[in-house]
């Protein structure tokens, strides 16, 4: 039995949908104030929180972004800044 155009249209319909939702999942606001409950690892020697880690996971994308910013560069660009990335299993970008 062949499947008929109407049918075929749903599916295609909805692999579109499926694949649109992927990608607006997977955007990210670049907001460098998601990171503020990083500040006091950033600043100091504490460790980074679980939300601090959570945070720059899902800001991970903009990093380079933040790099290039002269403002938020010597903040993101400092030892400190490294060693709460590694402590929270999120590679330092290279850009």
Known sequence: MKPSTFAVAIMVFM???TRHAQVSTAAVTCSPVELSSCVSAITS?????RLCCAKIKEQR??????LKNPTLKKFVNTPNARRVARTCGTPYPRC
């Open 15 to 17: 692999l579109f949908l």
């Open 61 to 66: 994308p903009c990093l380079c972004q933040y």
């Open 45 to 49: 020697s504490t460790p980074p929180t």
